[in-house]
């Protein structure tokens, strides 16, 4: 487990404060603040798949945002190879630099790519951005082995078109071709797949993890979809409102989940099997407004085994072994 | 599809394709290209100057000569060819509408485009600027500028004077418009991709901004044109034209002065108010036809183009 440390997020908070009226103003009413990322910590190593799942709205896709600038946290740190960003001691790194070295994949990708730019200029851009290859004809061959390692072939017939000749399982392939030019170290695919044809989600799945072996990156790969998840991660992390409720090796939370929530996320999971019986837990009620979180533990409310101390500690996440931690008070 | 032509071929043959349906832009385009062909080839369809006085047999001044005894439109007080100074006056009016136009289009984009894609203090304080320029009645702020210019004796011509007036006032409603495109287009997923993978703003608005709202400003730029000329025939008619070099307005200006109505002399009035008709409704009816093709607001088709333009508005008409 020596294995270089790739990205550390510590403590990340991220609060979108709300709109305030004139009236509660004069009141001095306390701001209201959406709680979206409320106190993540995790790590990805070099070369790791790490999974972060959670239903819509729990904060996953704002990781993402405010790992790369797109969001400023509100408290936290993120170092990236043990270095801070965007500060000013000499031990951190730019910003500009860390999104050389950091890209996204985003989740639609009918709307992440310019409508009125041609693939070439789309894959290029990194490298236009960043002024890396100055001249023409190693650029144009760079971009075409890009293309060509995200599975269009030959590269030759896309360089001129326009996103919307392609179809949505092509444009995903471009997207991760523009990633993957610039050979960064980590990869934040931001549900790259859920946009996608169910027949063309493996083919993606592929490719990205075709792509961690050959070139070692990183992935933090971001989903709802449990079921795409113990295809390729190496762990995983299950997030609930703003929170990880809980982590570890992904064979070992899918077999072993601890975690209530998990366990329900889980149990819904189509089995391949359909004769297979299972017993679902079907969560009652509504995900928690994330501006008033409920007092103890975020999930009690539609826990199935909620006691009367969860109404009261708010639970940290516990080692439970290998790596597995869960924030729970059942979890031994 | 034909695979040799390059992308931009392509587009453009599109755009012609569907442009070519209708009737309306082709006459807008058809006014306001005859409009140019007359004044850019005005010394070859005249062998007059347009200051030239006409003379008879006896070497008298051919004034208020109607059409049926001197040239297609019969002369002025002055004995000076009508048609000449038309055709000539074509060249001063468009190029000062021309030019005018251009440079309120550039001040609103470039005031749309700063507004709205760097929002906050920015945004407020260019559209304050805005809204008071808007509030201000156009023509009699252009009428004190232009004669307070002119009282300082700066030894510029009127014409420049007029077109700097005009371009520098008339671009407050293209920034409201260009801003509001930019402020929708800023929060598309392409542009987040292009911030989280360093771009710089420059080359986000560049890149991803200007492509997106570009045939917005063209179809802006064509209906600001037609106020343009509108605005600088109104200011020379109240006389702050260059008497030297006559546009439209001036030349209505001069037949108002010298009782060209009065003497009956309507090919002396009617020709240059026709013509300035003539090239504003051509203006107008490209304009509209250009923006109903290009605007995303007005069609709905979201920036697309090609087929999935085709395909959305078949949608909407269901």
């Given at each position: 487990m020596s294995a270089e440390l790739i990205l550390e997020v510590r403590n990340l908070y991220k609060h979108f404060p709300m709109r305030q009226s004139l009236l509660n103003m004069f009141r001095r009413r306390r701001q209201e603040v959406v709680?979206?990322?409320?106190g993540v910590s995790f790590e990805i190593k070099k070369g790791e798949v790490l999974a972060l799942v959670g239903e819509?709205?729990?904060?996953k896709t704002t990781i993402a945002r405010t790992l790369i600038g797109l969001e400023k946290a509100t408290g936290g740190e993120i170092l990236f190879k043990g270095q801070g960003v965007g500060?000013?001691?000499?031990t951190s790194i730019s910003l500009k630099k860390l999104r050389q070295r950091a890209q996204v994949v985003f989740q639609d990708p009918y709307e992440s790519?310019?409508?009125?730019?041609?693939i070439y200029d789309i894959v290029s851009e990194p490298l236009v951005v960043h002024d890396l290859i100055k001249d023409d004809q190693d650029r144009h061959e760079r971009v075409k082995r890009a293309l060509e390692e995200a599975g269009?072939?030959?590269?030759d017939d896309y360089l001129?078109?326009?996103?919307?000749?392609?179809?949505g399982g092509q444009r995903q392939r471009v997207v991760i071709a523009g990633a993957m030019v610039l050979d960064p170290e980590l990869l934040l695919a931001d549900?790259?797949?859920?946009?996608?044809?169910v027949s063309i989600r493996a083919e993606i799945l592929n490719l990205l993890n075709a792509l961690r072996r050959s070139r070692g990156v990183s992935i933090l790969f971001i989903t709802?979809?449990?079921?795409?998840?113990?295809?390729?991660?190496?762990r995983l992390a299950v997030m609930y409102l703003g929170r990880i409720v809980e982590v570890g090796p992904t064979a070992e939370v899918l077999k072993n989940p601890q975690h209530p929530y998990t366990k329900a996320l889980l149990s819904v999971v189509?089995?391949?099997?359909?004769?297979q019986r299972r017993k679902m837990v079907i969560l009652s009620g509504?995900?928690?407004n994330p501006i008033n979180l409920p007092s103890g533990c975020r999930f009690h409310p539609r826990c199935?085994?909620?006691?009367?101390?969860c109404r009261a500690t708010d639970p940290s996440l516990v080692e439970l072994g290998k790596g597995h931690q869960a924030a729970c008070l059942l979890a031994k | 599809m034909n695979e040799s032509s390059t992308p931009f071929k392509r587009h453009l043959r599109d755009f012609w394709i569907a442009f070519r349906r209708n009737k309306l832009g082709l006459l807008g385009g058809f006014l306001v290209l005859t409009a140019i062909i007359l004044a850019l080839f005005a010394p070859l369809l005249t062998?007059?100057?347009?200051t030239e006085v006409i003379r008879d047999e006896k070497g008298r001044g051919l004034t208020f000569a109607p059409p049926s005894v001197h040239g297609p439109l019969g002369t002025d007080d002055a004995g000076r060819d009508v048609w000449t100074q038309l055709i000539y006056g074509a060249r001063i009016s468009l190029t000062v509408g021309f030019m005018a136009g251009f440079i309120a289009m550039f001040v609103g984009s470039l005031f749309g485009i700063l507004a709205g894609y760097f929002g906050g203090r920015v945004d407020n304080l260019l559209m304050r600027i805005t809204d008071v320029l808007l509030v201000i009645p156009d023509l009699p702020l252009m009428l004190v500028l232009v004669a307070t210019v002119r009282q300082m004796?700066?030894?510029?011509?009127p014409l420049v004077v007029l077109t700097a007036v005009i371009g520098l006032l008339y671009w407050t409603s293209t920034a409201r418009l260009i801003r509001s495109q930019v402020l929708t287009i800023k929060e598309r997923q392409f542009v987040d991709r292009a911030r989280a993978i360093g771009a710089g703003h420059m080359h986000i608005i560049r890149k991803h901004i200007l492509p997106q709202i570009m045939p917005l400003i063209v179809a802006n730029t064509v209906l600001v044109l037609s106020i343009a000329i509108l605005i600088e025939s109104g200011l020379a008619f109240l006389g702050l034209g260059d008497p030297t070099k006559p546009s439209w307005g001036t030349m209505l200006n001069f037949a108002f002065d010298r009782s060209a109505i009065t003497n009956g002399a309507w090919w002396f009035y009617l020709p240059p108010g026709l013509a300035i008709v003539w090239v504003s409704l051509g203006c107008v009816l490209l304009g509209n036809v250009l923006e109903e093709m290009l605007n995303p607001r007005l069609t709905?088709?979201?920036?697309e183009d090609g087929q999935s333009m085709i395909a959305v508005s078949g949608k909407r008409s269901e």
């Amino acid at each position: 487990m020596s294995a270089e440390l790739i990205l550390e997020v510590r403590n990340l908070y991220k609060h979108f404060p709300m709109r305030q009226s004139l009236l509660n103003m004069f009141r001095r009413r306390r701001q209201e603040v959406v709680r979206a990322v409320d106190g993540v910590s995790f790590e990805i190593k070099k070369g790791e798949v790490l999974a972060l799942v959670g239903e819509s709205g729990c904060g996953k896709t704002t990781i993402a945002r405010t790992l790369i600038g797109l969001e400023k946290a509100t408290g936290g740190e993120i170092l990236f190879k043990g270095q801070g960003v965007g500060g000013d001691d000499d031990t951190s790194i730019s910003l500009k630099k860390l999104r050389q070295r950091a890209q996204v994949v985003f989740q639609d990708p009918y709307e992440s790519l310019n409508p009125r730019a041609t693939i070439y200029d789309i894959v290029s851009e990194p490298l236009v951005v960043h002024d890396l290859i100055k001249d023409d004809q190693d650029r144009h061959e760079r971009v075409k082995r890009a293309l060509e390692e995200a599975g269009l072939r030959p590269a030759d017939d896309y360089l001129l078109r326009y996103p919307h000749e392609l179809s949505g399982g092509q444009r995903q392939r471009v997207v991760i071709a523009g990633a993957m030019v610039l050979d960064p170290e980590l990869l934040l695919a931001d549900e790259p797949v859920s946009m996608l044809d169910v027949s063309i989600r493996a083919e993606i799945l592929n490719l990205l993890n075709a792509l961690r072996r050959s070139r070692g990156v990183s992935i933090l790969f971001i989903t709802h979809d449990l079921g795409t998840v113990g295809y390729f991660a190496d762990r995983l992390a299950v997030m609930y409102l703003g929170r990880i409720v809980e982590v570890g090796p992904t064979a070992e939370v899918l077999k072993n989940p601890q975690h209530p929530y998990t366990k329900a996320l889980l149990s819904v999971v189509p089995a391949a099997n359909p004769k297979q019986r299972r017993k679902m837990v079907i969560l009652s009620g509504e995900t928690p407004n994330p501006i008033n979180l409920p007092s103890g533990c975020r999930f009690h409310p539609r826990c199935p085994v909620a006691m009367e101390a969860c109404r009261a500690t708010d639970p940290s996440l516990v080692e439970l072994g290998k790596g597995h931690q869960a924030a729970c008070l059942l979890a031994k | 599809m034909n695979e040799s032509s390059t992308p931009f071929k392509r587009h453009l043959r599109d755009f012609w394709i569907a442009f070519r349906r209708n009737k309306l832009g082709l006459l807008g385009g058809f006014l306001v290209l005859t409009a140019i062909i007359l004044a850019l080839f005005a010394p070859l369809l005249t062998p007059y100057q347009p200051t030239e006085v006409i003379r008879d047999e006896k070497g008298r001044g051919l004034t208020f000569a109607p059409p049926s005894v001197h040239g297609p439109l019969g002369t002025d007080d002055a004995g000076r060819d009508v048609w000449t100074q038309l055709i000539y006056g074509a060249r001063i009016s468009l190029t000062v509408g021309f030019m005018a136009g251009f440079i309120a289009m550039f001040v609103g984009s470039l005031f749309g485009i700063l507004a709205g894609y760097f929002g906050g203090r920015v945004d407020n304080l260019l559209m304050r600027i805005t809204d008071v320029l808007l509030v201000i009645p156009d023509l009699p702020l252009m009428l004190v500028l232009v004669a307070t210019v002119r009282q300082m004796e700066l030894n510029i011509s009127p014409l420049v004077v007029l077109t700097a007036v005009i371009g520098l006032l008339y671009w407050t409603s293209t920034a409201r418009l260009i801003r509001s495109q930019v402020l929708t287009i800023k929060e598309r997923q392409f542009v987040d991709r292009a911030r989280a993978i360093g771009a710089g703003h420059m080359h986000i608005i560049r890149k991803h901004i200007l492509p997106q709202i570009m045939p917005l400003i063209v179809a802006n730029t064509v209906l600001v044109l037609s106020i343009a000329i509108l605005i600088e025939s109104g200011l020379a008619f109240l006389g702050l034209g260059d008497p030297t070099k006559p546009s439209w307005g001036t030349m209505l200006n001069f037949a108002f002065d010298r009782s060209a109505i009065t003497n009956g002399a309507w090919w002396f009035y009617l020709p240059p108010g026709l013509a300035i008709v003539w090239v504003s409704l051509g203006c107008v009816l490209l304009g509209n036809v250009l923006e109903e093709m290009l605007n995303p607001r007005l069609t709905g088709h979201h920036l697309e183009d090609g087929q999935s333009m085709i395909a959305v508005s078949g949608k909407r008409s269901e």
